[in-house]
């Protein structure tokens, strides 16, 4: 009996989504919105957002990412279903260039306010938020939907990736 509680125990210790990380008691649930409107108000406050990587630019001592805003859900995985509210950059002091941060690919990330920074978008010259990252979790590629259903032998495979 005790063997059976133990691999239940360590299977469901398996399902966790997130890094401990991501489990900060500083970060705030502060919206896309709310620092949109007043970024100064919010100037160093540690938060988590996610969304999807649009694009990544790896400088001398940094990765920059530029990410389109989507609300996280309960487990802290972007919700995709309405549009995007905006974007915002992350700076990171790890190369992200040649690892599987790639556009497209949904991202979870803690870090601390820093500013904005400027950024062209097609003709448009905007102010968008920088977030200084302390964790980012890169989710696995096609999660979503009816993924499995097709590609039974897909799903075993993506855990062990």
């Avoid at 125990?9 to 705030?28: H, M, R």
């Avoid at 989710?139 to 039974?152: A, D, E, V």
Wanted: proline content about 5%; overall charge negative.
């Amino acid at each position: 009996m005790r063997l059976y509680l133990i691999f239940i125990y360590l299977l469901l210790g398996a399902c966790t989504t997130l890094p401990p990380a991501f489990d900060d008691e500083k970060t705030k649930d502060i919206s896309y919105s709310q620092v949109s409107a007043d970024l100064d108000s919010y100037q160093d406050a540690t938060i988590r957002w996610g969304g999807v990587i649009v694009d990544i630019e790896d400088d001398e001592n940094f990765s920059w990412m530029q990410v389109s805003y989507y609300p996280l859900d309960y487990y802290g995985r972007p919700v995709l279903d309405n549009p995007s509210e905006g974007r915002f950059v992350i700076k990171t002091e790890r190369f992200h260039g040649a690892t599987p941060y790639a556009a497209d690919r949904e991202i979870t990330v803690v870090g601390v306010i820093d500013g904005k920074i400027e950024r062209k978008i097609g003709d448009k010259h905007l102010s968008l938020p920088l977030i200084k990252a302390t964790a980012i979790h890169l989710w696995p590629i096609n999660y979503r939907g009816n993924y499995y259903s097709h590609c039974r032998s897909c799903y075993y495979r993506q855990l062990f990736w």
